[in-house]
T-cell receptor, first 118, second 116 residues
Framework: GAVVSQHPSWVICKSGTSVKIECRSL??????MFWYRQFPKQSLMLMAT?????????EQGVEKDKFLINHASLTLSTLTVTSAHPEDSSFYIC??????????????FGAGSRLTVL | AQSVTQLGSHVSVSEGALVLLRCNYS??????LFWYVQYPNQGLQLLLK??????LVKGINGFEAEFKKSETSFHLTKPSAHMSDAAEYFC??????????????FGTGTRLQVFP
């Protein structure tokens, strides 16, 4: 089945530094990937939709300059948290769809990346 | 617009007992409905989905859910709980005619505890 890989799974960084999280579709091409953020014991909140070859679409309230998304190929999307602060500490999950937009094709989720900003 | 309400943030059952996790949805268009499971520090795994056709949907690990349009519900059940079922469960909805993406809207989740 479709597999989505995220790297790193855990990252700890100092406040003020930038962190990049990669999301790869391993056995399929994904023109669209989605980035979610999950706070402890809460649900997943969609941050942005990553589109291959074009700008990402951000949800209301998400700072595009803070969370940079690059979808440079059909199998890779990256999320960069710039100038990270402790409040950016969270679990970030990406997802991608194997299949066309028109169907009820299921999103495949990565295992998530836990970011801790000291 | 779509939304999902999961009643009960925590559900506890004994091993072997019936599992019932409640989900009600709101959608202005016919919905696609999903149940996902999340184990600690992991991503989400699809349990089952409803698109069209049969309203009783069977998923993995013995779970099933029934789409009831009149009640706008999509409750998740399993006849006999197993210790390995302990996890966080999310109900999600998306419209069948999304205008730009197929964004999934998640409920707040229900944590299932299974006691021996």
């Amino acid at each position: 089945g479709a597999v989505v890989s995220q790297h790193p799974s855990w990252v700890i960084c100092k406040s003020g530094t930038s962190v990049k999280i990669e999301c790869r579709s391993l056995d399929f091409q994904a023109t669209t990937m989605f980035w979610y953020r999950q706070f402890p014991k809460q649900s997943l909140m969609l941050m942005a939709t990553s589109n291959e070859g074009s700008k990402a679409t951000y949800e209301q309230g998400v700072e595009k300059d803070k969370f940079l998304i690059n979808h440079a190929s059909l199998t890779l999307s990256t999320l960069t948290v710039t100038s990270a602060h402790p409040e950016d500490s969270s679990f970030y999950i990406c997802s991608a769809r194997a299949g066309s937009l028109s169907g009820a094709n299921v999103l495949t989720f990565g295992a998530g990346s836990r970011l801790t900003v000291l | 617009a779509q939304s999902v309400t999961q009643l009960g943030s925590h559900v506890s059952v004994s091993e072997g007992a019936l599992v019932l996790l409640r989900c009600n949805y709101s959608s202005s268009v016919p919905p696609y409905l999903f149940w996902y499971v999340q184990y600690p520090n992991q991503g989400l795994q699809l349990l089952l989905k409803y698109t069209t056709g049969a309203t009783l949907v069977k998923g993995i690990n013995g779970f099933e859910a029934e789409f009831k349009k009149s009640e706008t519900s999509f409750h998740l059940t399993k006849p006999s709980a197993h210790m390995s079922d302990a996890a966080e469960y999310f109900c999600a909805v998306r419209g069948t005619r999304s205008y730009n993406t197929d964004k999934l809207i998640f409920g707040t989740g229900t944590r299932l505890q299974v006691f021996p």
